[in-house]
């Protein structure tokens, strides 16, 4: 699913009106009543009080639909004008008129603390204040309410994005910004849903379908993609009735120091089982015993050191080198690591200490083959492109280093992010429960598979990258997120490919999303 940015949302809603020979008014009442609809369904005529607080922009034109429709179809419902500007937009005005025409119970126009009603914990609010057009802090007093939101304890339903937030940076002031129990946001989901710094302000999320001109929405090209199943399904590769393991590649996953030779047995594992035709693992001569014993469909070379790699030489041509599990930073291996790839002629996937080995020594960046891909967690990431002052700066870093050196780079986390020069592709699987040892080393695993069957290093990631949550969402159903281990997900890989094919998620239009899964 496309994620677009306001600029494009503000577009998609002119060309709409346009091409479908509409006034902006008929977009609105679309809108509210979408959102109407969505609470209908819900609540059957329950008479549970609902405080719908509206701004005096477009957002708040949204609350007024929505209030109106309630109103109509016999809701408790208590209507605000959240007066923060006397700016009204054209839409709003023609609402407030509406309303007024509708009921006696006129809206509670509020212009300070002390016009804040009461609302109680069972009570429901509808958060239209702002949109995605808040394009300063709000008022003290517009703070204050949203403060007392939160202080209530009811369940509070965002219009369009928390009112506070923006679509293109991060909130100073946390307590500026409303926090949602849920958000119906129209078009498409909001960057700001997927980010760390962001994320919080809404537990759950959906798209809802207020008729955006089809041609605008495929056409238009996003900088952010929603990676779901529709996503990656046209990657897949079937397989041929007469294949053999030589069309499936050959994986070299190159790793391992004392004490750390388990991650290239989970990585070798993974690339295995994500349908790699054979696995190589390279490892300090200590750990050819394990390993030999532990995966029997492995082979194994040893390098020259006991204890750490110190010198990267084999006699086969490998589809794909993995590198960098549990690899240490030793000084011989840095030399080995360097003298390997001033030679490597084959497509990369570079993780843990290999990061950190280039963050070391960036004058290496530049023997990378194209589409390397980086699979870093924070820290490491943080070692290669410097600090960063919130997600935004780190989104922005990662682009300008993905560019400079023409690498794929996966940030690692609750919502995995792989950025490919300009475009950021946000993933949609995973679960706290895979945040836990040898969980990247099964990654790094599965996207080497996948590049030795012939997927292309963007594919191989963001398939990879969406199959390994997969799995760990499958996986957690077993054995709950404090004992998922990375095994595991190893062990689920299967499941998630065969889930693909199973019933069809709930339409990539009106997809939920349960940020507590
Ligand atoms: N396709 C769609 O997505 C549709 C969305 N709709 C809704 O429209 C809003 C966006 O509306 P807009 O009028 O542009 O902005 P807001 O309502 O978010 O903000 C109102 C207004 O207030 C000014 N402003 C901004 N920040 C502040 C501030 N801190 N203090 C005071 N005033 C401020 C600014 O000038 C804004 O214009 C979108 O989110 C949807 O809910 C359409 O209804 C239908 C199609
Ligand atoms: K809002």
Redesign the pocket.
């Known amino acids: 699913m496309k994620v677009f940015s306001k600029e494009q ?2 577009e ?2 002119r060309l709409t009106t346009e091409r479908q020979n509409i006034s ?1 008014t008929d ?2 009442e679309r ?1 509210g009543t979408q959102i109407f609809n969505w609470m209908h369904l819900r609540m059957q005529g329950a008479q549970v009080p609902i405080h719908v607080f509206c ?8 609350g007024l639909v929505l209030s109106r429709q309630l109103i109509i179809h016999g809701y408790n419902v208590k209507t605000y004008i959240v007066n ?2 006397e ?1 009204r ?1 054209k ?1 709003f005005l023609i609402n407030y008129d509406r309303i007024k025409n509708t009921t006696k119970d006129w809206p509670t126009v509020l212009t300070s603390s002390n016009d804040f009603p009461l609302i109680n914990q069972d009570d429901i609010i509808v958060d ?1 204040v ?10 003290d007093w ?1 703070k204050d309410l949203f403060l007392k939101f939160r202080a209530s304890k009811s369940f509070t339903l965002s ?3 928390p009112s506070g937030l923006y679509t293109d940076k991060v909130v100073n002031d946390t307590e500026a910004v409303v926090y949602a129990n849920y958000t119906l946001s ?2 498409s989901p909001k960057l700001v849903f997927f980010l760390p710094n962001t994320a919080k302000y809404t537990v759950q999320w959906e798209v809802l379908d ?1 008729g ?1 001109d089809r041609d605008y929405l495929i056409q238009t090209e996003a900088a952010v993609e929603l990676i779901s199943k529709y996503e990656v399904l046209p990657f897949y590769q079937p397989r041929d009735k007469f294949s053999h393991k030589g069309h499936f590649g050959h994986v070299l996953m190159i790793g391992g120091s004392f004490g750390k030779i388990g991650a290239v047995h989970l990585a070798s594992r993974s690339a295995l089982i994500a349908g790699a035709g054979m696995v190589t693992a390279y490892l300090p001569t200590c750990g050819y015993t394990s390993l030999q014993s532990a995966l029997p469909e492995v082979m194994v070379v040893c390098d020259k050191g006991e204890k750490q790699i110190e010198s990267i030489t084999y006699d086969f041509d490998a589809t794909v080198v993995g590198i960098g599990v549990g690899i240490g930073t030793s000084e011989e291996t840095m030399k080995a690591f360097e003298a390997f790839l001033k030679t490597n002629k084959r497509p990369l996937v570079i993780d843990a200490d290999a990061i950190n080995l280039l963050a070391q020594n960036k004058a290496l960046l530049k023997y990378l083959p194209v589409q390397t891909v980086l699979t870093p967690h924070p820290k490491e990431l943080e070692r290669l492109i410097g600090e960063w002052h919130d997600d935004f700066d780190k989104l922005n870093k990662v682009v300008e280093f993905s560019k400079a050196h023409k690498v794929i780079i996966v940030i690692k986390g609750a919502h995995t992010i792989t950025i490919n020069g300009n475009k950021k592709y946000v993933n949609t699987t995973g679960n706290p429960g895979m945040a836990t040892a040898g969980s990247g080393d099964v990654l790094t695993g599965i996207i080497s598979g996948l590049i030795a069957q012939g997927y292309e290093p963007l594919a191989a990631t963001l398939f990879g990258v969406y199959l390994h949550g997969k799995s760990g969402d499958i996986a957690v159903e077993s054995y709950g997120y404090q004992s998922l281990i990375a095994g595991h997900i190893i062990d689920s890989l299967g499941e998630a490919y065969i889930d693909l094919f199973k019933q069809p998620e709930e339409s990539s239009e009106s997809a939920e999303n349960d940020e507590n899964n």
Do not use: H
């Not at 702002?130 to 300063?136: C, E, H, K, S, T």
């Open positions: 949302i503000y998609g809603d902006s977009l609105m809108a701004g005096i922009g477009n957002n708040g034109g949204d923060y500007s700016t937009s839409d239209a702002f949109g995605i057009g808040l394009n300063r802090p709000p008022a517009v219009i369009d994005i129209f078009q207020i955006i």
